[in-house]
């Protein structure tokens, strides 16, 4: 089946520093990813959607200057957290659509990002 | 309004008991239904698919009620390793899925 591998699975940064995230598809061309985030005891809210070559797509209230995406492979797509502040600390999750499916349905391991 | 509305619970239930989750949903143009599981701290994981005929899957059965907008799961003889948090979720169509907030389900000896 479909595998996506998101890294890191966990880190701790410093407030004001920047984290990526690495989400990759293995063994299908993922021409769409999906970023979403997760905070405590709430659902899972989708951050953006990231098209293979093109520029994301974010969701109302998600910074685009803030969180970077890049999507510059049909298996790679990065999440960038920039000047991280403790109210980022959440569980950031990528999940990826194959090429001829029409929605996100593989999901990465998630990490935990920690800013103290 | 919540686009997909769940009751968080928990659902604290013993071994081998039958328990429902149930699930709304506000967008009538939703194409697609799934319910997911989710353990702590770790990636949602497809638990099965909701078609409009109801579907079963070994002690699961799933509901989908299109009229209402409604979905539920079933989980019949529940095992300890049931325990965790039950993700209704849904496609409207705009490439990405909509999940509710979860339900937790502890099922106790």
């Known amino acids: 089946g479909a595998v996506v591998s998101q890294h890191p699975s966990r880190v701790i940064c410093k407030s004001g520093t920047s984290v990526k995230i690495e989400c990759r598809s293995l063994d299908f061309q993922a021409t769409t990813m999906f970023w979403y985030r997760q905070f405590p005891k709430q659902s899972l809210m989708l951050m953006a959607t990231s098209n293979e070559g093109s520029k994301a797509t974010y969701e109302q209230g998600v910074e685009k200057d803030k969180f970077l995406i890049n999507h510059a492979s049909l298996t790679l797509s990065t999440l960038t957290v920039t000047s991280a502040h403790p109210e980022d600390s959440s569980f950031y999750i990528c999940s990826a659509a194959a090429r001829d499916t029409g929605l996100g349905y593989t999901f990465g391991s998630g990490t935990r990002l920690t800013v103290v | ?109």
């Open chain 2, 1 to 109: 309004r919540k686009e997909v509305e769940q009751d968080p619970g928990p659902f604290n239930v013993p071994e081998g008991a039958t328990v429902a989750f149930n699930c709304t949903y506000s967008n009538s143009a939703s194409q697609s239904f799934f319910w997911y599981r989710q353990d702590c701290r770790k990636e949602p994981k497809l638990l099965m698919s909701v078609y409009s005929s109801g579907n079963e899957d070994g002690r699961f059965t799933a509901q989908l009620n299109r009229a209402s907008q409604y979905i539920s799961l079933l989980i019949r003889d529940s095992k300890l390793s049931d325990s965790a948090t039950y993700l209704c979720v849904v496609h409207t169509g705009r490439r990405a899925l909509t999940f509710g907030s979860g339900t937790r389900l502890q099922v106790q000896p």
